[in-house]
């Protein structure tokens, strides 16, 4: 009687690549820290030139402001970037803070005055006092008068995504099984789980923002890249092309 054999082949990791001659940079959450922000910018322009020729496309995936001392520098430093053609800003939970508590949306408000908008303010050189004193409706005036409208305008011009080769960038991250054009806006500025939790494949690399964690967060289907720079941990950025990816960090 022949014997049957049974073999067990090991799955195959996918390979995401990002197109032949194109070159990514994606930084993660810069929270108003324009010095490290700085930093990193001249890493990635070195690291780019060393590298040799390629289509090179610098992502931010969002929440530039907040938190950190210098909003405005780091706003400084995007807004010169984004005059190459190559350049993607996506917008963020905090930039949606800013935005709709600029428009008198009295839930944001609360949440910017909660989670780091006195911050932005100071940078725009609002007196520590006057904001201390200001109520809700005082706040959305101070926001106006001190934010330039060409700053809001520019973080309002934000993307929700973008897709390159096999990866797609995004804020926050997505709704797992959900098609990317029926995504919602909420999810990819601020989902944590069931996103995070997640480990059946998206189809693409996720990178994205928005989650702490201590290093780079590498999983099969996603890739986090906020290490917490406000909160005293370093900025990174991921490089990618072709296969390979690698990681910048100030």
């Not at 999983?219 to 906020?226: A, E, L, V």
Request: charged share 25%; hydrophobic share 40%.
């Amino acid at each position: 009687m022949p014997v049957l054999k049974s073999f067990l082949r090991k799955k195959k990791t996918p390979q995401f690549r990002v197109p032949d001659g194109e070159r990514v940079y994606a930084v993660g959450d810069v929270h108003g820290c324009a010095d490290q922000f700085e930093q990193l910018l001249a890493m990635i322009d070195a690291d780019d030139a060393a590298r040799g020729p390629a289509d090179t496309t610098l992502v931010l995936l969002g929440d530039l402001v907040d938190r950190g001392p210098d909003t405005r520098g780091v706003l400084e430093h995007a807004m010169r970037r984004a005059a190459h053609p190559r350049f993607a800003l996506l917008k963020g939970n905090h930039e949606e803070m800013l935005l709709r508590a600029a428009a008198g949306h009295r839930p944001s408000l609360q949440l910017f005055n909660r989670y780091g908008g006195r911050d932005t303010l100071m940078s725009y050189g609002v007196d520590p006092v006057a904001y201390d004193e200001a109520s809700f409706e005082e706040l959305e005036a101070l926001i106006v008068a001190s934010v330039p409208a060409a700053h809001r305008a520019f973080l309002d011009a934000g993307r929700p995504h973008l897709t390159v080769g096999d990866y797609l960038f995004v804020h926050a991250g997505i709704r797992p099984g959900v098609p990317l054009a029926d995504q919602v806006g909420a999810d990819l500025r601020w989902i944590r789980d069931p996103f995070l939790g997640h480990r059946g494949s998206h189809g693409v690399m996720v990178i994205h923002g928005h989650t702490i964690t201590d290093e780079p967060d590498v999983q099969s289907n996603r890739i986090g890249i906020d290490t917490g720079a406000y909160a005293g941990g370093p900025l990174t950025a991921i490089g990618l092309e072709g296969e390979e990816r690698w990681f910048l960090t100030a």
